[in-house]
């Protein structure tokens, strides 16, 4: 913006349910600080109208909370307001204008005609004084509403008002214009950085697809997500619960009314309350309960729209997504498909019902394979040509993927008449609860093994396939697993902590050196007492003869006089000041020190009764004085002290799980395998479920410790829950690291095991890890607070890999206990 002309076009192409609102909140900060005191922004209609002002309103549920430039909103309905009339003479208040496109025009509709209309306190209408703002600037939401074929009249009203700048923020920029576009988002970029639900396309088997039968597969559908989001929130006490919905597209108002009465009929609903009809005929009344969707206290259950609703609204828990067959080919349009898109908790949780939006097509589901390619490039762009599939996928199981390849025309360009489940895989790690891993940097090698990496981008499958689903899904979230005490280990396990800190010996003033203290006494014996500033007012002619004033400094100095301070009153405020300084104790011993100490430096300095002595010198020796014993102080060397506690775990003994366990035993290889997937079965594992980071590391670990050749007694993998943590230096920065295992062996010994690629092996991080653990061990055993023997254990890659046993990993590892 600061390099462009004025009246240049920017637009920003952003995804559907990844935070438009929040830029242009970013945006309206940065033009207050830069200066602009006048926006305008523009909605397509009423119903963004309503959100974007309540986005504005500090209070409201939907402000955007971090707004700095507190902007006084105008609207049409506000603008008489006294406030308003005031902040229009203000050229220093922030203003930001809000009007529907419409409202711009200057046909002869009423709330067109107050935009137009004189105000009383600028004597112009509205328009023509927006017009006359040098600094104006117009954010158009939804911006490629107003270049469809026919909003020229809108197009030219934006343009009308000679703006300094116009941004767009938009899903869907019209073609012409692409060209302005200075950023682009696409839903394929936001379905693989995990911040909006995975779509899923939903048929039947059988082709059926009459109306009556698609609601009902929506409503069935509804109610499994509903279960599985009663389970999740009890489990997380701090997810509030939302109704699931329903989101129904009409493409008319009497197509609209027959959804409406089937829905509420004893079949389905059986609740008129629980069915919201939306279209333009609505009073406004119906249309404020859209705010309330996520109300914990809604009954709605399901939402019928004519395309009205098709921007602008932003409610997070539509689940389920329906539509008149002749709509079906605008269906997976980011402006319809983007009402179910956005993620109630604001991130993934894992979940395989939670994590996605259902779309019901009206085709079978061998005709939606057979189109499966032109929805994918709808819905996926670009990035359909990265894309594969895998047919009927099995939960923790990676499969050998099918690529789509170039491909022509709408068939995926293979035979998958057979399957009733099909995942569509985006290349790279997918953005799941908790911590967004793809979205930051971290070492890719430590965290991932290496193992290629794929998420899925998108789905088609049956309705008989989802409900399955979603009855496992449902499951693993009600489903709790306990710690479990294995062969001669008791639970709780207490673990060491060991406490680093560093101690330095007492400090005492009797091991002053008195004589290095007399030395320094000596740089204060003489006072530099300051001088009288004398001026001498003289006159001279100049070459004229003129006579002048002259004003100039007298070279004798004469000395100002002083007051001495009384030696006794030195030697006292000598010894307080030792005595304040810390780290010294306050004994009978150490005043008798401090009596000393000023004593010497007294002496150095030549201070006596007779002596006279400014309060200024004073001040400047005793300060110098103080300040050298402290440097004394820390200049004694200092001991590492380490100290051993123990902390009980687990605390709490109970895990919880959001994606469906899946037995290790099909894992055999890293081409089966699926980081940070739960797998269960473990035998000898204190959790009979676990996740891992990597498959040639320690998920191969974990399955030498289940060897039964190995003999161990149980093993825990480490996570954020088990409290072992291991400092570490890297240069001066301290960090702290948590290992891979616990492992209890035959003889009842502790180890601590870590498994690393053999590329990262000699990388100084993991040296440092390695002597670090090393002495935490060393440490431990020393401890006689401690009765168990710990031990740590380095493996590599190719150690993991060539090693079927405990001992075999031992003997080929680095061992220290």
């Not at 006292?572 to 430096?601: H, P, S, Y």
Request: glycine share 6%.
């Amino acid at each position: 913006m600061d390099g462009a002309e004025p009246g240049a076009q920017f637009i920003a192409n952003l995804a559907t349910g990844v935070g438009k609102t929040y830029i242009a909140g970013g945006l309206l900060d940065y033009l207050w600080q830069a200066g602009v005191r006048n926006v305008v922004l523009i909605t397509p209609g009423s119903t963004i109208l309503r959100k974007t002002v309540d986005n504005l309103t500090p209070g409201h549920p939907k402000y955007l909370r971090g707004l700095q430039c507190n902007p006084l909103v105008v609207t049409l309905d506000t603008l008489e307001r006294g406030e308003v009339g005031q902040a229009l003479e203000d050229e220093s208040r922030f203003k930001v204008f809000v009007f529907t496109v419409q409202s711009l025009l200057r046909p002869n509709k009423e709330d067109r005609r107050r935009a137009h209309s004189p105000h009383e306190t600028v004597g112009q209408g509205l328009y023509e004084y927006l017009q006359g703002r040098e600094d104006l600037v117009v954010i158009a939401d939804e911006h490629h509403v107003y270049y469809s074929g026919s909003a020229k009249k809108f197009e030219s009203a934006i343009h009308d008002l000679q703006p300094l700048a116009l941004v767009g923020l938009t899903a869907t920029p019209h073609e012409a214009t692409k060209s302005a576009v200075v950023y682009r988002y696409p839903l394929s970029e936001a379905i693989a950085d995990g911040w909006v639900k995975i779509p899923v396309l939903v048929s039947r088997q059988d082709g059926v697809f009459d109306t009556r039968t698609q609601l009902a597969d929506g409503l069935t559908l509804l109610d499994a997500k509903a279960e599985a989001m009663r389970a999740y929130c009890a489990k997380h006490r701090n997810k509030k619960y939302v109704e699931p919905v329903l989101f129904v597209v009409a493409q008319t108002i009497q197509e609209a009314t027959e959804y409406r009465d089937l829905l509420i009929g004893k079949d389905m609903i059986g609740d008129p309350n629980k069915v919201l009809l939306i279209t333009s005929e609505q009073p406004d009344a119906t249309l404020a309960q859209l705010d309330q969707l996520e109300n914990p206290s809604s009954q709605v259950r399901a939402v019928v729209s004519v395309s009205m609703l098709k921007e602008g609204w932003d409610v997070k828990n539509i689940y389920v997504i329906a539509s008149v067959r002749s709509m079906e080919s605008q269906l997976l349009t980011e402006q319809i498909l983007g009402r179910g898109l956005r993620l109630p908790f604001g991130e993934r949780t894992g979940n395989p019902m939670l994590d996605t939006v259902e779309v019901l097509s009206h085709h079978s589901f061998a005709s939606l394979l057979k189109r499966a390619r032109a929805l994918l490039e709808e819905t996926l762009g670009d990035r359909v040509q990265e894309a594969a599939v895998v047919a009927d996928p099995v939960p923790g199981v990676r499969q050998e993927p099918m690529p789509l390849g170039p491909g022509e025309g709408n068939q995926l360009g293979m035979d998958l008449s057979w399957a009733i489940d099909v995942d569509v895989l985006l290349p790279g790690p997918a953005a799941t609860d908790p911590h967004q891993d793809a979205l930051f940097t971290f070492n890719p090698t430590e965290r991932h093994g290496g193992e290629q990496q794929a998420h899925v981008g998108m789905k088609l499958s049956t309705i008989e396939a989802r409900v399955a689903s979603a009855g496992t899904a449902t499951a693993v979230l009600e489903r709790t697993y306990t710690a479990r005490a294995a062969e001669g280990v008791r639970l709780p396990l207490f673990l060491p902590r060991v406490v680093t800190r560093w101690e330095r010996d007492p400090f005492s003033l009797a091991r002053v050196n008195l004589m290095s203290v007399e030395a320094l006494g000596r740089r204060f014996a003489d006072d530099d007492v300051p001088s009288l500033i004398r001026k001498v007012l003289d006159a001279e002619r100049d070459d004229q003869g003129r006579a002048h004033t002259v004003i100039r400094d007298e070279d004798t100095v004469v000395k100002a006089s002083t007051l001495p301070i009384p030696f006794e009153l030195i030697e006292n405020d000598l010894v307080t000041r030792l005595m304040r300084t810390n780290g010294i104790e306050q004994t009978i011993a150490e005043a008798n020190a401090a009596l000393a100490v000023a004593k010497a430096f007294l002496v150095g300095a030549g201070v006596t009764e007779d002596t006279p002595w400014r309060a200024e010198h004073g001040r400047l020796a005793t300060t110098r004085l103080t300040e050298w014993i402290t440097d004394q102080q820390t200049s004694s060397p200092a001991r590492e002290v380490r100290e051993v506690e123990h902390v009980r775990w687990p605390d709490p003994a109970e895990r919880t799980f959001t994606a469906p366990p899946q037995d290790h035993q099909l894992i055999t290889s890293s081409r089966d395998f699926v980081r940070g997937y739960p797998y269960r079965g473990w035998e000898r594992g204190v959790y009979e479920v676990n996740t891992f980071d990597a498959y040639s590391t320690e998920f191969s670990l974990a399955t030498i410790f289940e060897n039964p050749a190995s003999r161990i007694r149980a093993w825990v993998r480490i996570d954020a829950t088990v409290p072992l943590r291991i400092t570490y230096l890297i240069g001066a920065v301290q960090r702290s690291y948590e290992p891979d295992f616990i492992v209890v062996d035959e003889h009842g010994v502790y180890w601590i095991v870590e498994g690393k690629s053999d590329r990262d092996m000699a990388s100084p991080e993991v040296i440092a890890k390695r002597y670090a653990a090393r002495d935490w061990v060393h440490t431990v055993n020393a401890s006689a607070d401690v009765p168990e023997h710990w031990a740590y254990l380095l493996a590599s890659e190719s150690v993991i890999t060539n090693a079927s046993t405990w001992d075999a990993a031992k003997n080929g590892g680095q061992a220290f206990s």
